[in-house]
Nanobody, 113 residues
Framework: QVQLVESGGDLVQPGGSLRLSCAVS????????MGWYRQAPGKARELVAG???????NYADSVKGRFTISRDNVKKAVYLQMNNLKPEDTAVYYC???????WGQGTQVTVSS
């Protein structure tokens, strides 16, 4: 059974930081490219950051320099460190496994004063 379980979402003030985690089971994690997506109300889901099995990363222009994606192949987990958060970062954040196209249930991030 494949499971992707996100955690770490919260309400944070502008300029604050959060670290999202995604625990993965049921797939061969080390070869799987992983990604973090987000979906704000009324908007399409968009890619925030991706990381290959070898550790290569890519980011949406809107988060470059503020967000960092990483992975731990031993723990089978992927992380998203988010710094200098802005109100426009408010969304539900989803973890995604490319091989098999699996999604987590999402975690809410709200940036507001």
């Amino acid at each position: 059974q494949v499971q992707l379980v996100e955690s770490g979402g919260d309400l944070v003030q502008p300029g604050g930081s959060l670290r999202l985690s995604c625990a993965v089971s049921g797939i061969i994690f080390s070869i799987n490219s992983m990604g973090w997506y987000r979906q704000a109300p009324g908007k399409a889901r968009e890619l925030v950051a991706g990381i290959s099995g070898g550790g290569s990363t890519n980011y949406a222009d809107s988060v470059k320099g503020r967000f960092t994606i990483s992975r731990d192949n031993v723990k089978k987990a992927v992380y998203l460190q988010m710094n200098n958060l802005k109100p426009e970062d408010t969304a539900v954040y989803y973890c995604h496994a490319e091989l098999g196209h699996y999604w987590g249930q999402g975690t809410q991030v709200t940036v507001s004063s």
